[in-house]
T-cell receptor, first 112, second 116 residues
């Protein structure tokens, strides 16, 4: 069983839609949760970072962590064509020495 | 601020050949990472350096992969001999310091390796 599971999609939505991206995980030691965005032929870039459970909002992006269910989500409001990319969840345990464990990524296309 | 530089951008080799990738991290970043990203998968850490010392190489296939970071700045990752399953994008990342668990990683654009 993979430590981090993420639906690879692809996901296609119209411009302006609310997008929900999700990951589940099995390692209860994970305390730090991140979302990275990766454009085609580019490296990942950090979008959101959350420690433990709770919500975090940044502009059109909201990250949620539910540690009791081992489930994290990223919501994108008013999605734009420029949001078209692969979204990777990543997680880290305090004992891992800053080693990130990534999901396989969800490919998102926002159609104008 | 200049980003993480990697070269070459693309590389095609035949199996059993050797190949090397180069990375120049952001100036002043003490920690450097090499990740392997196979098509359709998330990146997997191969090796992590703090300055010029290795702090995590537990997932590096040491029978064929090697890496070094000279003078705590640039780094090279080598594969010798290459196998078909090594076809992937090799991403280099850097961060300012280690020890802060939430330290932000900055990734380069990667080297896409195809092994035929």
């Amino acid at each position: 069983q993979k430590e981090v599971e993420q639906d690879p999609g692809p996901l296609s939505v119209p411009e302006g839609a609310i997008v929900s991206l999700n990951c589940t995980y099995s390692n209860s030691a994970f305390q730090y949760f991140m979302w990275y965005r990766q454009y085609s032929r580019k490296g990942p870039e950090l979008l959101m970072y959350t420690y433990s459970s709770g919500n975090k909002e940044d502009g059109r992006f909201t990250a949620q962590v539910d540690k009791s269910s081992k489930y994290i989500s990223l919501f994108i409001r008013d999605s734009q064509p420029s949001d078209s990319a692969t979204y990777l969840c990543a997680m880290m345990a305090e004992t891992s020495g800053s080693r990130l464990t990534f999901g396989e990524g969800t490919q998102l296309t926002v159609n104008p | 601020e200049a980003g993480v530089a990697q070269s070459p951008r693309y590389k095609i080799i035949e199996k059993r050949q050797s190949v090397a990738f180069w990375c120049n991290p952001i100036s002043g970043h003490a920690t450097l990472y090499w990740y392997q990203q196979i098509l359709g998968q998330g990146p997997k850490l191969l090796i992590q350096f703090q300055n010029n010392g290795v702090v995590d190489d537990s997932q590096l296939p040491k029978d064929r992969f090697s890496a070094e970071r000279l003078k705590g700045v640039d780094s090279t990752l080598k594969i010798q001999p290459a196998k078909l399953e090594d076809s992937a994008v090799y991403l280099c990342a850097s961060s300012l310091v280690r020890g802060q668990i939430n330290e932000k990683l900055f990734f380069g654009s990667g080297t896409q390796l195809s092994v035929l």
